[in-house]
């Protein structure tokens, strides 16, 4: 079983920047995959970015220049640095493990909220 925290949503101006933490409970994380996921208002929820336990990052095009995503095998945590902050990028955004060995198993944190506004 695996449990996932998420903190580190706010308020935010277009152009600032935050930082999302996501803590991990449970065992054996290099066989999960870790990422953020987001969801706005009436849409469904997206990829933002991922990364494995050997530290191979992808992002949504809509992201990349502007967020990075890493993680500390060691205390298993993944943090996703958001910066360039725009108005479309606010949403609640979700922490997920991704079980990449049978059986295979998502694990969702409850989220957090981003809202960028002026």
């Known amino acids: 079983q695996v449990q996932l925290v998420e903190s580190g949503g706010g308020l935010v101006q277009p152009g600032g920047s935050l930082r999302l933490s996501c803590a991990a409970s449970?065992?054996?994380?290099?066989?999960?995959?870790l990422g953020w996921y987001r969801q706005a208002p009436g849409k469904q929820r997206d990829l933002v970015a991922t990364?494995?336990?050997?530290?191979?990052?992808t992002y949504a095009d809509s992201v990349k220049g502007r967020f990075t995503i890493s993680r500390d095998n060691a205390k298993n945590t993944v943090n996703l640095q958001m910066n360039k902050l725009k108005s479309e990028d606010t949403a609640v955004y979700y922490c997920a493990a991704h079980r990449i060995v049978i059986p295979y198993y998502d694990y969702w944190g409850q989220g957090t909220q981003v809202t960028v506004s002026s």
């Open positions: 449970g065992r054996d994380f290099s066989i999960y995959v």
């Open positions: 990364i494995t336990s050997g530290g191979d990052q």
